[in-house]
């Protein structure tokens, strides 16, 4: 069953694409193994279970879905190394929501862990998994995804943005825009320098999918990032501006890669580091 959580007047569903291995050092950057394997186990493979969390917002008015997951059209090198659940549309069915009924897509930024449903297969073609859906993700994500470095070229599979691009389905943004009322998007650079946080207002109550920011609730700690981020540095910096507000105004933080926890309620400790703190 999909979790569910009342904001102010809108509705939280987190579904999922399913669960796929990465790679536990990568996962964990310079963090030792002594440390992390406390919090997330490895397999034999030094892998470590990994969520690609979505949630639907319904907001009385629209239908939005954060984030897309892996979707179905991985290389056959790619499904080799990560696997492709691609469980995305039948979870949402099991929500009982429909593809017709997704009003907005937005994506965090576009590596291809989080926007592989956005299109699917048709014959020849590659199209619109929402075929009534406005999709919406960062214009510096899409420009630098046209020439990415050869340190994460391998992130990007164009397929899952270029076609709603040329089509004019997806809206590219610049960071701080409100896409309808209560749901905005926040640029948090680190993981990429343009990735985005989504942040949902309603009733006086805030909720923010963070995105590769904190992807799990293992990454609470400040120093404790991926060897995936590009500008690490700008991680700590990012997550430290982001738990000035979220701590002091008690929003509910969305994990995006978290096998077990959807979201939940970050607050320091006595010892001031970051804990989790259940709905």
Not at 36 to 44: F, L, M, N
Not at 153 to 174: C, H, R
Not at 229 to 250: F, N
Request: proline share 6%.
């Amino acid at each position: 069953m999909a979790a569910r959580f009342s904001l102010g007047e809108f509705e939280l569903i987190a579904v999922s694409d399913g669960i796929y291995r990465l790679d536990g050092g990568g996962f964990f950057g310079v963090v030792p193994k002594v440390l992390w394997e406390k919090k997330a186990r490895p397999d034999e493979k030094n892998r470590v279970s990994t969520g690609l969390n979505s949630v639907v917002v319904r907001t009385g008015k629209q239908t939005v879905l954060i984030e897309t997951g892996i979707g179905n059209k991985l290389s056959d090198k790619m499904k080799e190394i990560y696997g492709q659940p691609a469980q995305l549309l039948e979870n949402l069915s099991a929500a009982e929501i429909a593809p017709e009924e997704i009003d907005i897509v937005i994506n965090s930024h576009l590596h291809f862990d989080h926007c592989g449903w956005n299109t699917v297969r048709l014959a020849d073609r590659v199209v619109a998994t929402f075929p009534k859906a406005r999709y919406f993700a960062p214009l510096g994500e899409w420009e630098y995804s046209r020439n990415p470095s050869p340190r994460d070229a391998i992130s990007f599979v164009s397929w899952n943005y270029d076609p709603l691009v040329e089509s004019g389905q997806m809206t590219l943004l610049k960071g701080g825009e409100e896409i309808v009322p209560g749901i905005s998007v926040q640029t948090m650079p680190g993981h990429t320098a343009h990735m985005q946080a989504i942040i949902l207002r309603s009733g006086g109550k805030t909720a923010c999918y963070i995105s590769d920011l904190i992807p799990t609730s293992a990454h609470m700690d400040l120093a404790w990032g991926m060897s995936f981020d590009l500008y690490p540095l700008h991680v700590i910096e990012s997550r430290q501006r982001y738990y000035e507000e979220s701590v002091r105004e008690k929003w509910l933080t969305l994990f995006t890669h978290d096998p077990l926890i959807p979201w939940g309620y970050i607050e320091p400790d006595e010892r001031g580091k970051m804990k989790l703190v259940g709905v």
